[in-house]
């Protein structure tokens, strides 16, 4: 079946520590998406890429950064510079640009 | 930049009542997509509306696309406990960071 796989479910790190979640999709989309998932806040766009090697910065991209070097992966790190990295991330894919997203299962973090 | 409002962000029901969610638009959209997402889950994707004034059935769900294309409404009726979760509508402009702006979604609790 096709699909997008975040890996891991739930992550746990120390405050300082760099961290990265895995997103890889075979369903030969272009473009993928990070979000960040708070309470009450929706869903905020961090990064995205439209074709491989090529990025944008989103709504809420300070302290992340990501790669799009394979069209399947597009991980996400999320640095020490984030002051609040505790939340639900959602990495999408979709066929083009502004067309419905397929999203994952999402990778909830908790930075202590 | 674009903003999409959504309302009401919490509605209570009982079981068998009806459940509308609003979305507004600053500006005009391109097509409007509307996605569910379960508690403790990731957002799907329910549909599409492109068309000024379409109306869109799933069952019990209908969905409307207003005349201006800025405006847009999900309508359930006789809401099953199945329907419980939030109701996201994300508006496509063509333009902007990633084409998609979503509002921060309606919860539905339903009482039984």
């Not at chain 1, 272009?30 to 439209?50: K, N, T, V």
């Not at chain 1, 799009?68 to 510079?81: D, I, M, W, Y």
């Not at chain 1, 640009?97 to 930075?111: D, E, I, M, Y």
């Amino acid at each position: 079946d096709g699909g997008i796989t975040q890996s891991p479910k739930y992550l746990f790190r120390k405050e300082g520590q760099n961290v990265t979640l895995s997103c890889e999709q075979n369903l030969n989309h272009d473009a993928m998406y990070w979000y960040r998932q708070d309470p009450g806040q929706g869903l905020r766009l961090i990064y995205y890429s439209q074709i491989v090697n090529d990025f944008q910065k989103g709504d809420i991209a300070e302290g992340y950064s990501v790669s799009r070097e394979k069209k399947e992966s597009f991980p996400l790190t999320v640095t020490s510079a984030q002051k609040n990295p505790t939340a639900f991330y959602l990495c999408a894919s979709s066929a083009t640009q502004g067309s419905p997203l397929h999203f994952g299962n999402g990778t909830r973090l908790t930075v202590t | 930049g674009q903003q999409v409002m959504q309302i009401p962000q919490y509605q209570h029901v009982q079981e068998g009542e009806d459940f509308t969610t609003y979305c507004n638009s600053s500006t005009t959209l391109s097509n409007i997509q509307w996605y569910k997402q379960r508690p403790g889950g990731h957002p799907v994707f329910l549909i599409q509306l492109v068309k000024s004034g379409e109306v869109k059935k799933q069952k019990r769900l209908t969905f409307q696309f207003g005349e201006a294309k800025k405006n847009s409404s999900l309508h359930i009726t006789a809401t099953q406990t199945t329907d419980v979760g939030t109701y996201f509508c994300a508006g496509a402009s063509g333009g902007g960071a990633d084409g998609l702006t979503f509002g921060k979604g309606t919860h539905l609790i339903i009482q039984p």
